[in-house]
Nanobody
């Protein structure tokens, strides 16, 4: 059973930064694209960022220029650096092995204005 464990969420003021981590138990981590999603109360889950196996990132327009996705294949870990946070970034953030049914448990990010 593949496990994804997120960490790094919390409460931050608008304009602040957080770094989320997603540690994977799969030894095949390097073979998969990794993505981050978020779900705000009353809204659908949306993809925030994705990084390919070769390290190419892509971002939702709402976070472009503020968030950076990265990966460390040796550590089987994906990251999401979030800068210039806004209140509308408040959500539960999930990491996901793209194209599979494997999701993390989610980590809460709350941005106070």
């Amino acid at each position: 059973q593949v496990q994804l464990v997120e960490s790094g969420g919390g409460l931050v003021q608008a304009g602040g930064s957080l770094r989320l981590s997603c540690a994977s138990s799969t030894i095949a981590f390097r073979l998969y694209a990794m993505s981050w999603y978020r779900q705000a109360p009353g809204k659908q889950r949306e993809m925030v960022a994705i990084i390919t196996t070769s390290g190419t990132p892509n971002y939702a327009d709402s976070v472009k220029g503020r968030f950076t996705i990265s990966r460390d294949n040796a550590q089987s870990t994906a990251y999401l650096q979030m800068n210039s946070l806004k209140s509308e970034d408040t959500a539960v953030y999930y990491c996901h092995i793209h194209g599979t049914t494997h999701w993390g448990q989610g980590t809460q990010v709350t941005v106070s204005s």
